[in-house]
């Protein structure tokens, strides 16, 4: 009998990309299942309204509601603290751990464990974010050390409308980017449909894919002490660490 692993997944309420992607994922993994808890996030953009959906308050309050359904791990599947800032992520995980008592991670703080991990400074950036937003993700990697060498955003801030961004745009936007021979495309926003092209993006350009859906699982499975390795298909990145 497979040991259940059990991951929790904080998701942002508009969102109706990463839940099916999350579960195909948990699936993969012996004993492995999905959980889900949203809170409000409706719009990404710099406003005082926009940014004070990540309140903290309402994230644990969603955490809490994992924790009655004894998960093995909390991820927060969102990307906000590409524009908010790292800390706001490393902040976020104490917490959730004080409140519940279980391990926690963040696609972002799992994103970049995975560029330490391969020494990667020279990412591009895929997101369907506005250019103001790319702006400040692009600068808190530059204080990472981490050079975006290109990046594509395409000017959307209605989080619902994310997920209708057609999978072959993606691709050819992470075709473009390519052509400044980065270490690492990453799709940054866990409401774009991009993990399941990870496989033929890598085998077409020779480059990982670091989907934030994906990232989100693999920082979950290490977080639960099972490892990622169990996922397959889904791109290189599972075998890393």
Same mark, same amino acid.
């Given at each position: ?11 942002? &309420? &508009? ?17 492995? &299942? ?22 903290? &308050? ?28 790292? $800390? ?14 279980? =391990? ?74 390519? $052509? ?21 993006? $890598?085998? $077409? ?17 290490? =977080? ?14 599972? =075998?890393?660490?």
């Amino acid at each position: 009998m497979n040991t259940p692993v059990r991951l929790g997944v904080l998701t942002p &309420s &508009s969102n109706t990309a990463l839940e099916p992607l999350t579960a195909a994922l948990a699936a993969l993994v012996p004993g492995g &299942s999905a959980h889900f808890a949203r809170f409000p996030v409706t719009e990404i953009a710099l406003t005082e309204r926009a940014l004070g959906q990540f309140d903290d &308050s309402k994230i644990l309050a969603a955490a809490e509601l994992l924790a009655d359904a004894k998960v093995h791990a909390i991820g927060w599947s969102g990307t906000s603290s590409g524009w908010l800032g790292f $800390e706001a992520d490393r902040r976020l995980v104490e917490r959730i751990h004080q409140r519940t008592g279980i =391990a926690a991670t963040t696609a972002v703080l799992a994103l970049n464990e995975l560029l330490a991990l391969r020494g990667i400074t020279r990412l591009a950036l895929v997101t369907p974010y506005t250019a103001d937003v790319q702006q400040r993700i692009v600068d808190n990697y530059r204080s990472l050390g981490i050079e975006v060498v290109a990046e594509r955003h395409l000017g959307i801030r209605v989080n619902h409308d994310f997920a209708g961004v057609e999978p072959e745009r993606l691709r050819t936007l992470m075709h473009e980017v390519a $052509e400044a021979r980065p270490q690492a495309i990453t799709t940054f926003c866990t409401n774009l449909r991009a993990a399941p092209l990870a496989e033929r993006i $890598e085998a $077409e350009l020779g480059i990982p894919l670091l989907d934030t859906v994906s990232t989100t699982v693999w920082g979950l499975l290490r =977080a639960a002490g099972r490892d990622p390795a169990a996922v397959r298909g889904w791109g290189q990145l599972f =075998a890393w660490g």
